[in-house]
């Protein structure tokens, strides 16, 4: 079963940079759309960009042209490059195999996926 570890969170001050990384493990990433999502304390989980198996990618409005998501299937992994960093953008980051952002239903979780534990990013000054 597809299974992800995410790393690279930390804390950041207003206007700073970070990039996370998300490993699979348990099958071939290059099969599988792959999306990056965060959820705040006290909110839903909401998607923040998926990029699909030819690497067309979607972003949600309040990170597009801050972050940057990419692919490297030879590592099964995951990039989330994230710029000028915001304190809204403070939540627990996760990734998850996804709908391709050309489907109807862009980005959505796949059924009976597992999440991992995700990493922290803290933008506050």
């Known amino acids: 079963q597809l299974q992800f570890v995410e790393s690279g969170g930390g804390l950041m001050q207003p206007g700073g940079s970070l990039r996370l990384s998300c490993v699979a493990t348990g099958s071939d990433l290059r099969y599988y759309s792959i999306g990056w999502f965060r959820q705040a304390p006290g909110k839903e989980r909401e998607g923040v960009s998926c990029v699909s198996t030819t690497r067309k990618t979607d972003y949600v409005d309040s990170v597009n042209g801050r972050f940057t998501i990419s692919r490297d299937d030879a590592k099964n992994t995951v990039y989330l490059e994230m710029n000028n960093l915001k304190p809204e953008d403070t939540a627990l980051y996760y990734c998850?195999?996804?709908?391709?952002?050309?489907?109807?239903?862009?980005?959505?979780?796949?059924?009976?996926?597992?999440w991992g534990q995700g990493t922290q990013v803290t933008v506050s000054s």
């Open positions: 998850a195999a996804t709908t391709p952002p050309s489907a109807p239903a862009k980005c959505v979780p796949l059924a009976g996926i597992s």
